[in-house]
Structures are given as C-alpha cells and as structure tokens.
C-alpha cells in the first residue's frame, strides 16, 4: 500500500515554487500530507478527502485526483522554513496512514 | 494547545530485553497509533487502537508487540525480546475526536522515543 513519491529530492532558492507528488496503486479514501524537520515528529499540513478536492494552507496547497490515485503538494514562493522532508500518507479505508518514501525540500537563501 | 507526549525520549536497552514506550495522547482522542521510523527512512505504520482494542496492525507488529491503555491516559508499546533491527524513533499519534468525522480527521504525532538497542 505504501505510496510512491516524485521527487525523491529538490533544492530550491527563496520565493521559487516546487510540486510533489504522491500515487497509489490501490483506491484512495484520502490523503494526508505531513512535512519533518531533521529530529522532530512529522507535523500536519493537510487532508485531501474527496476527489477533485483542493486545499490550501498560507503558500502551501494540494489537490487530490481521486480516479488518477495521485495528490500534489503545492509550495509556492517557498520561504527557508519550508525546508524538510515532505511525506504523504495514503489512507486505504480505516484511518491508518501508510507513508511515502518522502521527498526532501531544501531551501536556500 | 493540548499535544502528544511520550516517555522516554531515549531508551537504551540490550538485545533480548524487553521495553516498553509510553505515550500520553490527547485527551479527547478517540483513535491511537504507533508508528517507526528507522533513520533515514520513512514513517511505518505499526498499529492502531480504538475502544480499548487492536483496530488494524501491519506486518511488522508480529507477537513481539503488544500494546495497552493500561488507564485513562496513558498507552503503551512493549517489545518483548528487543532485537538489534527494532532500533527506530517510534512515534505514538492520536486522533478523531467525537465532534470529527470518523475519517477525515488528522492525525498529531508526539515527539518520538528513539529506541536503540545494542
């Protein structure tokens, strides 16, 4: 059930913009992005439940297409405080969430 | 703002012994998890508990696992007979409160105890 993300990693200067994405091979009931700083816990972002649906949080925004089996994350003008590892959690019907393999943003002043 | 909290952050133990990991989650959460993360990979879903049972478990939570809410607080994962490849940061979540709806709620993800064992 575990998630494939794209890209594993990217590196990007202040106020560039960035996509990651996250596709399943089995049926989404919803997904879950969470992003971890280096030591500390993962932290919320979003949940994306129904298809078609977009979310947006500040300069951080994801859509979710359901019959695609896929979500993107959306950073734009992206601020050194978005560096981290993003994961998204696929949730297959009962809640518990399988992660991706992550995609590593680094950003640089 | 209420959080998740989990005790000890460090624990050091030796092969075959037995641990166990506490987590406090938050107050009004009805669903409870455990998840893994061996260094530099990603986070691996172990467990969930709901009304005082297992709800679903992966591959990984074999006999060697247990958990518990041994009270009103608190919920624990022991590991009996520690083995060298159970070394992971263990991350207790919780979620779903009874004013959610019971699948689009978030989940919150305590601090982590990083587990080494030698």
């Known amino acids: 059930q575990q998630p494939v993300q794209s890209p594993q990693a990217v590196i990007l200067r202040e106020g560039e913009d960035a996509v990651i994405n996250c596709s399943s091979s089995?049926?989404?009931?919803?997904v879950h992005w969470y992003r971890q700083k280096h030591g500390e816990a993962p932290v919320f972002l979003m949940i994306l439940l129904k298809g078609g649906e977009q979310k947006g949080h500040e300069k951080i925004s994801a859509s979710f297409n359901e019959k695609k089996q896929q979500s993107s994350l959306y950073l734009t003008a992206s601020q050194l405080s978005y560096s981290g590892t993003y994961f998204c959690?696929?949730?297959?019907?009962?809640?518990?969430?399988?992660f991706g393999t992550g995609t590593r943003l680094t950003v640089i002043p | 703002e209420p959080e998740v909290t989990q005790t000890p952050s460090h624990q050091v133990t030796q092969m075959g012994q037995e641990v166990i990991l506490r987590c406090v989650p938050i107050s009004n959460h009805l669903y409870f998890y455990w998840y893994r993360q061996i260094l530099g990979q990603k986070v691996e879903f172990l467990v969930s508990?709901?009304?005082?049972?297992?709800?679903?478990k992966s591959e990984i939570f074999d006999d060697q696992f247990s958990v518990e809410r041994p009270d009103g607080s608190n919920f624990t994962l022991k590991i009996r007979s520690t083995k060298l490849e159970d070394s992971a940061m263990y991350f207790c979540?919780?979620?779903?409160?009874?004013?959610?709806?019971?699948?689009?709620?978030?989940?919150?993800f305590g601090p982590g105890t990083r587990l080494t064992v030698t």
């Open positions: 508990f709901y009304n005082n049972e297992i709800s679903e």
């Open positions: 959690g696929i949730d297959g019907g009962a809640n518990n969430l399988f």
């Open positions: 089995k049926a989404l009931y919803s």
């Open positions: 979540a919780s979620g779903g409160s009874r004013s959610d709806e019971l699948n689009s709620y978030e989940q919150y």
